[in-house]
């Protein structure tokens, strides 16, 4: 069981390009999410998605959209990408019942906007 | 809105006990979390608390007070392998998280 995979593994972007990360998960959870992380903010969430067909704002949603036209898969697009963008982003998911709800992680994505 | 604070840093002996403290103050409660996080890999989930007192998992023990708006996790018999950062997250009545921005805990030997 792979879990969660995500695509590439790491990125180099010229500024203004178009990108998308990809995120797959194979635990039929029905929530997924995305975040960035940077050194001294932790992860803060981007979009989230509580079931397939919808999707939601999260803390730091700007430059980012989103798509959840399955269970399972889960992408993050950045339009036209800007230096600030540079960060390693995390796609999650996790099942929303009773007291399972714990996030899983993929292994994240390395990106660097020049 | 959510404002967490957790201590950045913490230095401790192999063999030690250390114990990484989380403040909060949140719009609706619905469990706090701990994860690891080791340089360069993905967050894991270590411990969930909804209810006031210590939860114990092995050499892991994470306690919460629900009025105190505080939590914090217990390392004992620390193990090299324990270096890591270490996450404190509340999840508000949606589900979703909120992180603090993680204690990086070095096991000297």
């Known amino acids: 069981i792979a879990g969660i995979t995500q695509a590439p593994t790491s990125q180099i972007l010229a500024a203004g390009r178009r990108m998308t990360l990809r995120c797959t998960q194979d635990?039929?959870?029905?929530?997924m999410y995305w975040y960035r992380q940077d050194l001294g903010l932790g992860l803060r969430l981007i979009h989230y998605?509580?079931?397939?067909?919808?999707?939601g704002k999260g803390e730091v949603p700007d430059g980012y959209s989103v798509s959840r036209a399955n269970t399972d898969d889960f992408p993050l697009t950045l339009a036209s990408a800007v230096p600030s963008q540079t960060s390693v982003y995390f796609c999650?998911?996790?099942?929303?019942?009773?007291?399972?709800?714990?996030?899983?992680f993929g292994p994240g994505t390395r990106l660097t906007v020049t | 809105g959510q404002n967490i604070d957790q201590p950045t840093e913490m230095t401790a002996t192999e063999g030690a006990i250390v114990q990484i403290n989380c403040t909060y103050q949140?719009?609706?409660?619905?469990?706090l979390f701990w994860y690891q996080q080791h340089a360069g890999e993905a967050p894991t989930f270590l411990s969930y608390?909804?209810?006031?007192g210590l939860e114990e998992k092995g050499r892991f023990s994470s306690f919460l007070s629900r009025s105190k708006g505080y939590s914090y996790l217990l390392l004992k018999e620390l193990q090299m392998k324990d270096s890591a950062s270490y996450l404190c997250a509340v999840s508000s009545n949606d589900y979703k998280l909120s992180f603090g921005a993680g204690t990086t805990v070095t096991v000297r030997a």
């Open positions: 608390n909804v209810l006031d």
């Open positions: 949140t719009s609706g409660f619905n469990g």
């Open positions: 999650a998911s996790s099942e929303q019942s009773g007291s399972s709800y714990e996030q899983y």
């Open positions: 635990m039929r959870h029905n929530a």
């Open positions: 998605s509580n079931t397939a067909g919808t999707t």
